[in-house]
């Protein structure tokens, strides 16, 4: 049964996927929630998966629960304990994926810190602005190389999809229209300040459709080039996961109803997944990729350009990508290559 809050989306299910067989995805947050939802639909149809993620248990029970319907899952799937919050972390795990891995398919950026306290991570930054938003920028230019090459071997093949059947997915949030606060991205200090926990998730989310944005125009192959990669940042819609408790403890009596009604009104995780899934893997994200490329999505196949006018912004997105490739310079040590 479909919850109220999904009544009125597309969906894309796996019944609607293409046979994965033979392709390698990577998805950050691949063992709780949505993340851990797609994981269980990307290896039913035969896709090998790699979880980053912090918490070996919580990966273990994932994998569990996905052989309960895929008997192989085991065989499928590897995790990767990688800690967002801490740029050593990121660059040794994700450096030995790209040296290692014979092809890369599927990024799916999931993993994100929710509507939950400020707190500074081990690398000195606003929780939010490292693991929702560096962490990206970080992981995608380290694995962009191998997903060019993955792409340039498909360019022989007949099957158009298949062509742009190489993708980058951010998850975003309808939230990030709550981001009521100015954005001058010009240092880092503006994000190591605690602010309420509402605007911090919503500012993160809206630099989550800015980086897919930026990454698209001035940072992928075009469409057109013999290595073409299609990205897409989506709102995974009203969804029950485990994010209401950080909610709960930053607004304790409104985040209190809020985790009790998301499990009667809410979509569960696997619908809420849906519209990562469509991104990365439907065929029409490729027939319409003059139209979708960079874009943000509210559901399956939707309709683009309906993000905030914030969100749209040019020189924001350009502003943002600069500070990102400052900070990484100076905490993580790392110069972008692309």
């Known amino acids: ?37 797609l994981v269980g639909d990307l290896v039913q149809k035969g896709c090998q998966l790699h979880i980053l993620a912090s918490t070996p248990e919580h990966a273990e029970e994932t994998i569990q629960h996905v052989s309960e319907h895929t008997p192989n899952a085991r065989d499928l799937i590897t995790f990767h304990e990688v800690d967002l919050g801490t740029f050593s972390s990121i660059l040794s795990t994700t450096q030995k994926l790209a040296a290692e891995l014979p092809r890369l398919d599927l990024l799916f950026l999931i993993a994100g810190i929710g509507v939950a306290p400020f707190g500074l991570t081990n690398d000195g930054i606003g929780n939010h602005f490292q693991v929702n938003n560096l962490s990206q920028v970080l992981i995608t230019d380290i694995l962009l190389d191998l ?25 975003s949030s309808e939230l990030h229209r709550t981001t009521n606060m100015d954005i001058a991205c010009d240092n880092l200090e503006e994000f190591c300040h605690e602010k309420d926990a509402l605007m911090l998730y919503g500012r993160s989310k809206l630099l989550n459709i800015l980086f897919i944005r930026k990454l698209a125009e001035s940072h992928l192959p075009s469409l057109t080039s013999p290595s073409p990669i299609l990205a897409a940042s989506v709102h995974p819609g009203g969804v029950a996961t ?6 709960a403890q930053s607004y304790p009596v409104l985040g209190s109803v809020l985790e009790a009604a998301s499990k009667v009104l809410f979509m569960s995780r696997e619908q809420g997944a849906e519209s ?17 490329q960079g874009k943000y999505f509210t559901e399956a196949d939707g309709k683009v350009d309906t993000e905030s006018n914030q969100a749209k912004d040019k020189e924001l997105r350009d502003k943002f990508w600069e500070l990102s490739k400052r900070v990484l310079q100076e905490k993580a040590g790392y110069t972008l290559k692309h």
């Open 242 to 247: 485990e994010q209401e408790r950080g909610a």
């Open 147 to 171: 997903m060019k090459k993955t792409s340039a071997e498909k360019q022989d093949s007949n099957d158009e999809i298949e062509k742009y059947s190489t993708r980058i997915v951010s998850e």
């Open 1 to 37: 049964m479909v919850a109220p809050a999904g009544l009125f989306s597309n969906r894309y299910t796996v019944s609607d996927m293409p046979d994965l067989t033979g392709k390698i995805a990577i998805v950050t947050g691949g063992s709780r929630g949505i993340g851990e939802a």
């Open 276 to 292: 990562a899934l469509w991104a990365g893997v439907g065929q029409s994200m490729a027939t319409r990729r003059e139209e979708t």
